[in-house]
């Protein structure tokens, strides 16, 4: 199977595990199984908004939906994702931790083949000036998983978050934003080389926003260098507000090597908290959930043809 993916991707994004439960529900440590229900129809309730939207004609075939095992598969997402011929991504990763591990650890080929998904996820932090040997065991396991993955023809989604070392805040000031755009598009350049001369080979990059389109292209280069054409781009949102995460897809839509996104609380997050707290009916729940879904897939393609027409 080649390198990399060869298609358009607007993903719903759902799989967080412990900060859901934590900052929605207010639950610490092992939910119980009545709380794990109510999670898992939280879940679905996300997921019949991306069902939604697909009534309203966005292609089922880069249409997706990012789930996770421990409150999808209660509700049968993962398999009504399938049954519905929308694309299956779910996580490798154990939730909220800094250091990449495995979920289901040494189990992790069998809940893969178990769900069988389209696409297996991780979410890393990397900062290539950070710890050493954290960054060293990363790798190590990340190119178990790239090697297991490509070993089985399956695709591999590499969610790369950078964030600062102290020394690098105090080069901008201690200023988050400044650290954004002048100090870590480079950084994900370098993190994105690091991995792939271990050996690390992503079919997709998650990407955080990126402010330049010249910063894009940078990455976007740097990710398909030295023959690895097929391999795609895609913007993640951040939890970022709506302004900002149509600039993220503006400035990334016309690049070639980007094809989409992967975005996640900030489609949902409010609607969720509406029906939660009694405020917003299920339905109109899930049509906020599906408009704001579809308005990100129409803001992403306007600024994909307009480039091309340009």
């Not at 740097?222 to 913007?235: F, P």
Request: aromatic share 10%; proline share 4%; glycine share 10%.
């Amino acid at each position: 199977m080649a390198l990399g993916y060869d298609g358009k991707l607007y993903i719903l994004a759902f799989d967080h595990r412990g900060s859901f439960q934590k900052k929605m529900f207010g639950i610490e440590g092992d939910p119980t199984p009545e709380q794990t229900d109510t999670i898992a129809d939280a879940k679905h309730l996300i997921f019949e908004g991306l069902l939604k939207a697909t009534e309203q004609g966005v292609d089922p075939q880069a249409t997706g939906c990012l789930v996770d095992e421990q409150f999808g598969a209660p509700k049968r997402v993962p398999q009504e994702a399938k049954e519905r011929g929308l694309l299956l991504a779910m996580p490798v990763e154990k939730s909220g931790q800094n250091e990449f591990d495995f979920e289901y650890g040494e189990d992790f080929g069998a809940h893969i083949e178990q769900f069988d998904p389209n696409f297996s996820k991780v979410l890393v932090r990397y900062n290539p000036e950070g710890d050493e040997e954290m960054n060293r065991q990363q790798v190590e396991k990340l190119k178990r998983l790239a090697d297991w993955l490509h070993e089985h023809d399956r695709k591999f989604l590499f969610e790369l978050l950078v964030p600062a070392e102290p020394h690098q805040l105090e080069k901008v000031g201690g200023d988050e934003e400044r650290y954004d755009q002048e100090l870590r598009p480079d950084l994900m350049r370098q993190a994105i080389l690091d991995f792939q001369d271990a050996g690390v080979e992503a079919d997709i990059w998650k990407i955080e926003g990126i402010d330049s389109q010249e910063d894009c292209e940078r990455i976007s280069e740097t990710a398909r260098r030295d023959g690895r054409d097929g391999v795609i781009c895609v913007v993640l949102g951040r939890g970022a507000n709506d302004a900002k995460v149509e600039h993220w897809l503006r400035t990334g839509a016309p690049v070639e090597g980007y094809a989409g996104f992967a975005i996640g609380r900030t489609i949902w997050w409010d609607a969720l908290k509406g029906f939660l707290d009694g405020d917003l009916e299920r339905g109109d729940a899930v049509g906020q959930i599906s408009e704001k879904y579809l308005r990100f897939v129409q803001v992403y393609q306007e600024a994909a043809r307009e480039h091309a027409t340009a």
